[in-house]
Nanobody
Framework: QVQLVESGGGLVQAGGSLRLSCAAS????????MGWYREAPGKQREFVAI???????TYAGSVKGRFTMSRDNAENTMYLQMSSLKPEDTAVYYC?????????WGQGNQVTVSS
């Protein structure tokens, strides 16, 4: 099972930017699917972005045009660049990976957007 370690969350004002990182324990090329989810207080975890086999990412409508998913295969790291942040983007963000018929999750990273 792949291990995922996240970093990069924090507090930012509305309109600002943050980049989340998700470092994997092995080559991203060996991972079928990678993505990002978020969980706001009192709400269910929701889909943010996904990339299958390193292809073009698909985004939730609420973040499309503001968030960009990317990867650095040499560093075995996936990123989520978040721009034009809104207070409603406040949540704990999780990266995940699907490989060898198993899902793995990062530890979660708090992102707080103040108005």
């Amino acid at each position: 099972q792949v291990q995922l370690v996240e970093s990069g969350g924090g507090l930012v004002q509305a309109g600002g930017s943050l980049r989340l990182s998700c470092a994997a324990s092995r080559s991203l090329r060996s991972i079928d699917t990678m993505g990002w989810y978020r969980e706001a207080p009192g709400k269910q975890r929701e889909f943010v972005a996904i990339s299958i086999s390193g292809g073009i990412a698909t985004y939730a409508g609420s973040v499309k045009g503001r968030f960009t998913m990317s990867r650095d295969n040499a560093e075995n790291t996936m990123y989520l660049q978040m721009s034009s942040l809104k207070p409603e983007d406040t949540a704990v963000y999780y990266c995940n990976a699907y490989s060898e018929s198993m899902w793995s999750w990062g530890q979660g990273n708090q992102v707080t957007v103040s108005s």
